[in-house]
């Protein structure tokens, strides 16, 4: 024969009247075994002596008595029971049945799936509101899964499309292969290469597997470096870069390397987004939970709207980030995640277009760890 699969519901209402019989049971007994005995004393108590045939009547009177009024007892106690089980497992069961149809319709793609908050006590609720916040981050990542291959597509359309171009031309004899267009394809491959190096590298540290090589560091030091790695760039630009480093600043336990990356980054976006004549600063300050850095620039700035997602993947702001500037798009993703595997955070903050920007990185001093955001 086919096994009948219960429900939560069928389970639940059948575990309460189990117990209501086994209670049930129990009360029986006990009353067979101890009622007799003590209704036997009392009577003796009461009437002294009394004859066998006479206490013989009476205990069977008071049997008959007891267990008429237990049945009818128990056979209301076991209906009301088992009406009070029925509810409360149909009420239990509901919510968790809605609960696995959401999950079902999350499983399918549908992560507009919200359950209501069932009213069942603290830990229903922490149940649901946690599902809800899985759902809402799964849309998130679903939304930002759409956005990173449209653009991807975008950033290798372009290079793709330019070097397809060339090799046709070359093909057809139209093109001459002179230092121009070797330039060109050099640095259509270049904005190739330095795209899947950004892509592999932001992937590697949101999965938190960085190598990363932490040593005592001292920041001026790190400023200093990362300061004199651009200045070239910033010079061919006309673009000032300042720095302000106090004395006494506490040293960080950091991947110099890393560290580097990450303000060579910002320092980039920076100048990307100064136009000549403008000036870029390059700080370090002292932070109650530690150091801060802070490379501040007097160029496009980015709109309040767009403040939240600068550091999404392949995210642009019309003014700030478009495309016309360079860049994989992912810089500033990269820089987050390396932050925060140094167990510190970035913030951006602009007064608005044409404003400036100024990027803040707070890092632990060492041998600390900043409190989770």
Known sequence: MRRVRLGLAGRLFGAQVLVVLA????????A?????????????EV???????????????????SALSLGVALLSALAAAVAVSAYV??????????????????????????VARPGLGREFDTVAAAFNAMADR?????????????????????????????????????????????AVMRAQC??????????????????HQLDLHPRRVSVPELLDAAAAAVRPQYGSKH?????????????????PERVGQVLANLLDNALRHTPSGGTVTLAGDRDPAGVRITVSDTGDGIPAAHLPHVFERFYRAD???????????????????????????????????????????????????????
Not at 23 to 30: K, Y
Not at 37 to 42: C, M, Y
């Open 190 to 207: 270049t904005r190739l290469r330095r795209l899947a190096e950004d892509i592999a590298a932001v992937s590697r540290a949101e999965e």
């Open 138 to 182: 799964l849309a998130d990542v679903e939304v930002t899964r759409r956005r990173l291959l449209a653009d991807l597509g975008h950033e290798l359309r372009t290079p793709l499309a330019t070097i397809e171009a060339y090799v046709d031309a070359a093909e057809d004899g139209i093109s001459v292969t002179d230092e121009d267009t070797w």
């Open 23 to 30: 209670g049930a049971a129990t009360l029986g007994l006990v």
């Open 319 to 373: 003014t700030a980030r478009d495309r016309v500037h360079g860049g994989s798009g992912i810089g500033l993703t990269i820089v987050r995640a390396i932050v925060a595997e140094h167990g510190g955070h970035v913030t951006v903050d602009s007064a608005g277009p044409q404003r400036g920007t100024t990027f803040t990185v707070t890092l632990p001093a060492a041998g600390d760890r900043l409190p989770p955001r």
């Open 239 to 255: 673009v000032d870069l300042h720095q302000r480093v106090p004395a006494g600043l506490p040293a960080i336990d950091a991947d």
């Open 47 to 65: 009437s002294g002596h009394v004859d066998a045939a006479t206490t013989r009547h009476v205990e069977e009177a008071y049997a008959s008595a």
């Open 89 to 114: 497992a149909r009420r239990v069961a509901r919510p968790v049945a809605q609960l696995a149809a959401a999950a079902a319709d999350v499983a399918d793609g549908r992560y507009a799936t919200r």
């Open 32 to 44: 067979v075994a101890v009622g007799p005995a003590i209704f036997g004393r009392h009577l003796r």
